[in-house]
Every structure is written in structure tokens, then in C-alpha cells.
Nanobody, 123 residues
């Protein structure tokens, strides 16, 4: 069992930055690939970024490449999402998730989810 708690969301102006954190409980955190997803009102949850259990492999949605960076610290059971050059279209609830197999790009591939943190980017 893995419990995930996101933090770091908030209101920021376009062009600004935020860093999201996802703290995980459980001693098996380091064996899970981790992903960040987001969901805006009226839309489906979409993949943002993923990172392998070791941190050696990452994957990004085209819409955030070059602006967002995912990282993890297995000693702290935490995964991060650094978001730069934010745009109003990045406004959504951001969720972290754990995948026992590999970096997945579909939400149904993930085993555990946090409750999300709101990110709002004003124009």
C-alpha cells in the first residue's frame, strides 16, 4: 500500500513557476514508477510527466516539454514537479500517482493516487 499526498499548488501569474511535491508513505516507494497527471474542469485526467523507480528515465507530455521537470528523492520518499513558464492552460488539479510496473501514460495504468493539489495560472 502506498499513500500519496501532494502539496505546493497555488495561484501564480503566467510566466511564473511552482514546484509541486508528492510525499509517499510506505517502504516500497523506491520500487514504483511515479507520474504526475492533471485534470481541468470538464476534461479527462491527462498525463503530464513520469519518472522511473530509479529516476534514470523520464517522460513528458508534449505540452509541457521544456517547461516542466520531474524528479524524485527516494531517500525522502518524495517526487517533485518543477513547473516553469506557466501558462493559463496549465490550470488544473494536479495528481501524483504510483505505478508498480513502469512509467505509464494512461491513468488506468497507475495503482495509487493522491487527492490532488490545485494549480491556477492567471493571465
Amino acid at each position: 500500500q502506498v499513500q500519496l499526498v501532494e502539496s505546493g499548488g497555488g495561484l501564480v501569474q503566467a510566466g511564473g513557476s511552482l514546484r509541486l511535491s508528492c510525499a509517499a508513505s510506505g517502504r516500497t516507494f523506491s520500487t514504483y514508477a511515479m507520474g504526475w497527471f492533471r485534470q481541468a474542469p470538464g476534461t479527462e485526467r491527462e498525463f503530464v510527466a513520469g519518472i522511473s523507480w530509479s529516476g534514470s528515465s523520464t517522460s513528458y507530455a508534449d505540452s509541457v516539454k521544456g517547461r516542466f521537470a520531474i524528479s524524485r528523492d527516494n531517500a525522502k520518499n518524495t517526487v517533485y514537479l518543477q513547473m516553469n513558464s506557466l501558462k493559463p492552460e496549465d490550470t488544473a488539479v494536479y495528481y501524483c500517482a504510483a505505478d508498480s510496473l513502469r512509467i505509464g501514460v494512461r491513468a488506468n495504468e497507475y495503482d495509487y493516487w493522491g487527492h490532488g493539489t490545485q494549480v491556477t495560472v492567471s493571465s
